[in-house]
């Protein structure tokens, strides 16, 4: 996977590359400072993922990205920024996901690997079903009856229609592997996509998820919500 980093602020650029040097299935193709070099830099060297700056000299991230949304051939965008209030107009010019400064692994991991999930071709076996544990035995369990999947201390737990069963996987490769299948709710719990619902906003500010099929409604953190209302938004 191909990675192009754009921020003005040499430190982040700095940060990033040593954050990208620990994955073996990452190339840093180039390190940009403005967003007319990044737009340069994605014609140039055709990167498969851009992380993206939305505060810089000239062009600012967004209009980065909607640039690049109008062309035929573009990479996949994620927002680094420390600015928190730019999540929803981010996720409106088709970003992966928005990620936070300073950016931690465990955050810029899910993102990469969320993109390539998006550049690597559907695993249709995978996608169909899951395998989970029951007692020595393992079962199989279709993608169409999985209500949530929810990370434990040691496992992470399937919740479907017909109870519940431990699988081996992490959310984060469970993420990697379904693709835009699931939706993350909480660093701790994945959704299948057509199980969203809507939205519900409790008194103290808490969002939690609407589910079809089932009662449990997972809370929706600070960080997801952006990305879970644009896809409500989008799937309408």
């Not at 573009?74 to 996901?97: I, K, W």
């Amino acid at each position: 996977m191909r990675v192009l980093v754009a921020d003005d602020e040499p430190l982040a650029r700095a940060r990033l590359a040593s954050l990208l040097a620990r994955r073996s299935d990452v190339e840093l193709v180039g390190s940009v400072a403005d967003g007319d070099a990044a737009l340069a830099a994605c014609a140039s060297e055709r990167p498969d993922v851009l992380l993206l700056d939305i505060e810089m000299p000239g062009l600012s991230g967004t209009a980065v990205a909607a640039k690049l949304a109008a062309m035929p051939s573009r990479p996949l965008v994620v927002f680094c920024t420390a600015y928190e209030q730019h999540a929803l107009s981010a996720f409106d010019v088709g970003a992966v996901d928005y990620l936070l400064k300073p950016v931690r692994a465990e955050r810029l991991d899910e993102a990469l690997d969320r993109a390539a999930a998006r550049l690597t071709p559907t695993q249709p076996a995978r996608g169909a079903w899951l395998r989970a544990r029951s007692g020595n035995d393992e079962v199989r369990i279709p993608l169409a009856d999985v209500l949530l999947l929810v990370a434990g201390e040691k496992y992470v737990t399937i919740e479907h229609v017909g109870g519940s069963r431990l699988i081996d996987d992490s959310l984060r490769q469970l993420e990697a592997a379904l693709g835009d299948r699931v939706i993350r709710l909480h660093r701790n719990c994945l959704v299948p996509r057509e199980r969203l619902t809507g939205l519900r906003t409790l008194a103290d500010g808490r969002v939690l998820a609407r589910l079809a099929g089932t009662e449990s409604a997972p809370e929706v953190s600070r960080r997801n919500l952006p990305a879970v209302r644009q896809l409500l938004r989008s799937d309408n």
